[in-house]
């Protein structure tokens, strides 16, 4: 999957910015967006969507228009309606080896973080708003492995502020959204894995747990 700083406090959007930037969406989007009252209904959402297998950028009009998402487009679209609530529009990354990345969008209450996120596996879904940052991205590591079985997630970024991009409309951009790529690349790594530590495989029955569901056309294969 193609993939694709800031720092970990940052503030929400006001009501007055919120509201001002609506009017870019078709009404029928904003009737979409307007059911979508919070992370839980945001998440809920992007679960009952198809699984995307194709990679890459597809930015918030596109998933609704398409139907269909995977991590990265998923979570784009999830950034932009959690800026309807008004929150900052943030996301993080992880870095895997011999597995797809994976994406979150993030949200704060208070001085703790949640997520939402569209997976192909199980577990690295959704989180509540209940962990430092630190510990909320550690929260995806025994969730996060191959279809093999193999535990694959090696570090994770800061948040990526998405709304500095707001002035190149990434929320309705048609094209490949490569200053998104180029941000992720060039985030400072909140977290990397110890290149001496040793971490096992998951038991064969977390693998068919984290796997129900998922659309195998999706999953990364070994030779990818």
Known sequence: MAHRGSGSVVRALTP?????LKANWTAKERRILQKLRTPAHIQQFLDELPYDERGGAVSPRGVMRNGKAQCYSGVLFASAALRELGYRPQMMWIDA????????ALYQVGKLWGSVAKSNFTGIRSREPIYPYLALGLSYFDGFFNQYGKRTMRGFTVPVDLEQFEPRGWRFDAGDMQYVDDAIDTAQREWVLPRKARVSNVSEAIRKAGLMGANPQGLWQRGD
């Open 16 to 20: 007055r910015s919120t509201r001002s």
């Open 97 to 104: 080896v011999e597995d797809d990345g994976h994406a979150l």
